[in-house]
């Protein structure tokens, strides 16, 4: 329902734009977060925008990355910058009522929450 793209490989230091879009349903009124999860670590939430337009990021990627939305094209986008090695992972959007973002971003005890299939991001060193 929900679909991922714009992941690939780049460099140290390169650039990435994710997009989410959904097939079945409007983004226009949901809760949107980017998690990401590596090889051998656990799932780690990136950002998120909810639905009065407050942005949230992780520690990790503060300052560099940006979510963004576009409600005419109801499309959800994680522009990523100055990308590190460390940043390598899969990328899921995920969509719902909103997220806990205290001292990391993660899911609310109460869903349902709707995923994409991931994009994959590598950034070599």
């Known amino acids: 329902q929900l679909v991922e793209s714009g992941g690939g490989l780049v460099q140290d230091g390169g650039s990435l734009r994710l997009s989410c879009a959904a097939s079945?349903?409007?983004?226009?009124?949901?809760?949107i977060g980017w998690f990401r999860q590596a090889p051998g670590k656990e799932r780690e939430g990136v950002s998120c925008?909810?639905?009065?337009?407050?942005?949230y990021y992780s520690e990790s990627v503060k300052g560099r990355f940006t979510i963004s939305r576009d409600n005419g094209k109801d499309t959800v986008y994680l522009q990523m910058n100055s990308l590190k090695p460390e940043d390598t992972g899969v990328y899921y959007c995920?969509?719902?009522?909103?997220?806990?973002?205290?001292?990391?971003?993660?899911?609310?005890?109460?869903?349902?929450?709707?995923w994409g299939q991931g994009t994959q991001v590598t950034v070599s060193s």
């Open positions: 079945r349903f409007t983004l226009n009124y949901l809760a």
């Open positions: 995920v969509a719902g009522r909103g997220f806990s973002v205290g001292s990391d971003i993660s899911l609310m005890a109460a869903g349902p929450y709707y």
């Open positions: 925008v909810v639905s009065d337009g407050s942005e």
